[in-house]
């Protein structure tokens, strides 16, 4: 499309955010190697033409693409990081090589679910693969909707530069040697841009021939078009002054690979990916968002229908009824996350404080208040509100906000029912029973009772919905874009739901149960195994011990975690104590709880209490603490006990008491510098000295990056560690794992992590004090073994895995974790690392599940 005579201008080939490519996770790609552009974070899933001109290029991944435009700028189009190792899958091509385009015709379509949940990044570029052939480039920015919004646009120039130096008597003629490409994925966008890159460093005229084919070295476009494939066998040809010193630079590079990891690359071709591309007669394809196999009778949930009256009763009388609904759902959510926290779910509890957050969404309540002005009832606002919010989120295609829109769904029909005074449907459920629906709110899902539902499965959603974190957080074998098919299967029909591989088996005949029951019974064997041997100490094949302890939230789950074989109490979670109540608990109160907690024990386990954890993000009624723009960076943790010592002393009493008898500790969270912990103990030693009591065992989480990078000094002070992998991996990175966009890119296993955390063990191992993880990565399977390897000797980990974490300590060499825990935290990203240790795992202990 063109603006003027001289204006080219470049559209948006998809809906979505525009980002500087600046900003890519890339540094090929952001340091603008492959070309001039800009990034995209789409919202939709069908490539549209951006300009007029002629398909050049098409991956055979069918992951990107190139435009030449008729004014000869060429329009690189790359959806996705590190797609083109998905080897196609996912996407599907719409035109071919050689075909001419107008602006807004489909070009690839893609399956966003997939690719977002098997490759690093859904970011598209947008680029001009030749800026030499340019100028004047004004990017665009913010939310463009495809065919619509101009992204960029420039000036072609009158006459394209020439891309090599002019003939001369001095030309030579070089051919090197045959070259066999090592790249796994061969010559994509990455190394063909380092290739253009380093073929821009010379003056001659420089070309990489395959086979009869011969293309321009400069051109990132023309080079992916030439589909040079792994094992291809390739020459570089230069013609000019410096033709002999380009081939000898270039050619060992580009038989080395280019500078791509290239075992990090082969290991990820490799992968074995969720998504059934194709299935068997009887089956049905979808999306394994939750691993197991079980086999149940089919319970399809249908969607209620509720008779909306239209006619409000007056502005004042259905903004009350509003306003009480709110209230009245808010308490809801509140006391179901206070149920799933007490239950040692805080994970789950977190989902639920999203949906509150919902309810103070401005535009949200602006447009209930609109309708209830136009004489609409309460109800009938605010139905029309969040399904047309849910509605607009549900239709870009992005899997992100698919979970973000069935968020809102689960939340508007909790108030409607309130509004229209209906009670939540119940279902009439029996013995193993598959839930297969169009989608399932959280609220569905939480309140299933595993001993009769076995799996679910639903048309919508993603991998990273909430259903499906809640599905994997249970236990629960789950399938997520389910063939819509499934939906006309009836209640009763018996099938097999395998999410492993994404497959609905429907009723399968006598051989494939038989296979499937093995499977599951050997399953079962192996937890049963996990099980007996959960009461044993965790040693590694090399002799290592390493402590397996229990993160508790509540009385009741002590007994549960020595039955199951927890060693201790790596972390009490105080907060069930303050929660859901108008005053703070007594002294007596939480010296009765944890007494209880320290009978169940026994004195032979060492428990520790972390002292109240609360803040901006985890507010208390009775506790009021000013609106944050930030809380995480707030007032939270020891913070707020140090500005209210009243609260922190009540509690060190209470936990002094107990430890006269049991071996019990206090650890103080979010602990930034050593002078917030030297207030803390000040404290602690002043409060045993009133009560005349011995002074106990005190240390600190290491949450905050700055406490880790002090470790040396805390560790002179302190009697032990405990490193919160959550919350240091969310500081360390920047990202919120709150965030609807960010949660799914923190990874703890990311290098400057382990980094971080290998500074946190030596300082312990120095001072001989005990180095302790509480967070998620001591029950991931690879990151057992990077903590194994960086010397953490204690995991506390969640009451339901401590059989199968002991499990796998048991397998593991602690000498090679640790060689390998050396190179990793040189790797460049999490994926890389996480990679690194499952192979170790493979090949040293077989696949471990």
């Known amino acids: 499309m063109t603006a003027s005579a001289d204006i080219v201008e470049i559209l948006a080939p998809l809906s979505g955010y525009l980002l500087p490519v600046e900003t890519f996770p890339d540094p090929v790609f952001a340091q603008k190697l492959v070309g001039e552009g800009i990034s995209l974070d789409p919202t939709s899933n069908v490539l549209k033409a951006p300009v007029a001109g002629e398909v050049i290029q098409l991956h055979a991944a069918a992951h990107a693409l190139t435009i030449r435009t ?3 700028a060429e329009i690189l189009i790359h959806i996705g990081l590190d797609t083109v190792k998905l080897g196609g899958k996912g996407f599907e091509a719409l ?12 070009l690839i379509r893609f399956n966003a679910d997939f690719i977002a949940t098997n490759a690093r990044s859904l970011l598209t570029q947008i680029l001009i693969a030749n800026p030499e052939t340019v100028k004047d480039l004004q990017l665009g920015s913010g939310l463009v909707e495809e065919g619509r919004d101009v992204i960029f646009s420039f000036v072609p120039l009158a006459t394209s530069g020439k891309t090599s130096a002019p003939a001369s008597a001095n030309t030579q003629r070089v051919v090197s040697a045959t070259i066999v490409i090592v790249n796994p994925a061969g010559i994509h966008a990455r190394p063909a841009s380092v290739l253009a890159g380093m073929a821009r460093q010379f003056s001659c005229d420089l070309q990489l021939q395959k086979g009869d084919r011969a293309v321009n070295a400069r051109s990132v476009s023309a080079l992916m078009a030439l589909e040079v494939a792994r094992d291809d066998k390739v020459v570089l040809v230069a013609n000019g002054e410096d033709a002999a010193k380009a081939v000898e630079y270039i050619a060992p590079r580009l038989a080395e690979g280019l500078g791509e990891n290239l075992s990090a690359a082969a290991d990820e071709q490799k992968e074995q990916y969720v998504m059934a591309e194709t299935t068997k007669a009887g089956q049905m394809a979808g999306i394994g968002a939750s691993r197991g196999v079980a086999i149940g009778k089919v319970l399809r949930l249908r969607s209620e229908k509720y008779d909306i009256p239209e006619a409000g009763r007056g502005y004042k009388y259905e903004q009350s009824e509003f306003s009480n609904a709110v209230k009245r759902a ?10 799933l926290k007490r239950s040692g779910n805080p994970e789950r509890a977190a989902i639920f404080a999203a949906h509150a957050e919902l309810l103070d969404d401005p535009e949200l309540m602006e447009l209930v208040e609109r309708g209830i002005m136009t004489g609409k009832s309460a ?8 399904t047309t919010h849910a509605e607009r989120l549900q239709s870009l295609n992005n899997q992100l906000l698919a979970a973000r829109a069935n968020d809102l769904k689960d939340l508007g029909y909790r108030v409607l029912r309130i509004l229209l005074s209906i009670e939540e449907k119940s279902y009439n459920l029996s013995d193993k029973q598959v839930i297969i629906a169009e989608d399932l709110t959280p609220s569905t899902i939480v309140n299933i009772d595993k001993e009769l539902v076995v799996a679910c499965c639903t048309v919508s959603g993603g991998a990273t919905s909430h259903v499906a974190i809640l599905a994997r957080s249970m236990g629960l074998p789950a399938i997520v874009g389910l063939d819509p098919a499934a939906l006309e299967l009836k209640d009763g029909t018996l099938v097999v739901v395998d999410g492993n591989r994404g497959i609905l088996t429907v009723e399968p005949d006598d051989k494939e149960i038989r296979i499937v029951e093995g499977t599951m019974q050997r399953e079962e064997l192996t937890r049963a195994e996990e099980k007996m041997h959960a009461s044993e100490i965790a040693i590694t094949s090399d002799g290592i011990e390493i402590r397996v302890v229990a993160n508790i939230g509540d009385v009741s789950s002590a007994g549960q975690a020595v039955d199951l074989g927890a060693e201790g109490v790596g972390l009490l979670r105080s907060e069930f104590l303050f929660m859901n109540r108008s005053v703070a608990p007594s002294e007596e109160e939480q010296y009765t709880a944890y007494l209880a907690v320290a009978e169940k024990m026994g004195k032979e386990r060492p428990i520790i209490i972390r002292t109240l ?24 943790g020891i913070r707020v006990c140090l500005n209210r010592p009243e609260i922190l002393i009540t509690q060190l009493r209470a936990i002094l008491r107990v430890a006269q008898d049991y071996d019990v500790r206090v650890m103080f969270p979010m602990i930034a510098d050593i002078e917030e912990w030297r207030q803390a103990r000040r404290i602690l030693h002043e409060t045993a000295a009133a009560m005349k009591l011995p002074i106990i065992k005190a240390g600190i989480m290491i949450e905050v990056p700055s406490a880790a990078m002090l470790a040396e ?25 709150g965030h609807p966009k960010m949660a799914g890119k923190i990874d703890a296993m990311h290098p400057s992590i382990l980094r971080i955390m290998s500074i946190v063990a030596e300082a312990g191992r120095r001072h001989k004090i005990e180095v302790g993880v509480c967070g998620g990565l001591a029950s991931d399977i690879e990151g057992i073994a990077a903590l194994i390897g960086l010397g953490i000797s204690k995991l506390s980990v969640d009451i339901p895995v401590i059989a199968t974490v002991k499990a796998v300590i048991r397998r593991l060499s602690a000498a090679k974790c640790s060689e390998l825990v050396g190179e990793a935290t040189r790797m460049s990203d999490a994926m890389a690392v996480r990679q690194a240790f499952k192979k170790l795992i493979e090949e040293g202990r077989g696949e471990l599940k």
């Open 70 to 72: 008729a004014s000869g």
């Open 95 to 106: 035109v071919a090589r050689g075909d001419k385009v107008s602006p807004g015709q489909s």
């Open 330 to 339: 808010t308490l809801q959510l509140s006391s179901l996350q206070d149920k």
């Open 379 to 386: 109800a009938y606002a605010w139905h029309g509100a969040f």
């Open 613 to 636: 954890d609360v803040g901006g993000d985890k507010p208390l009624s009775y506790l009021p603490i000013p609106h944050e723009e930030n809380p995480f960076l707030g007032e939270r």
């Open 713 to 737: 000094n805390f560790a002179s002070e302190t009697d032990f560690f405990s490193i919160g992998t959550n919350d240091l991996s969310q500081y360390v990175l920047a990202m919120d794992r």
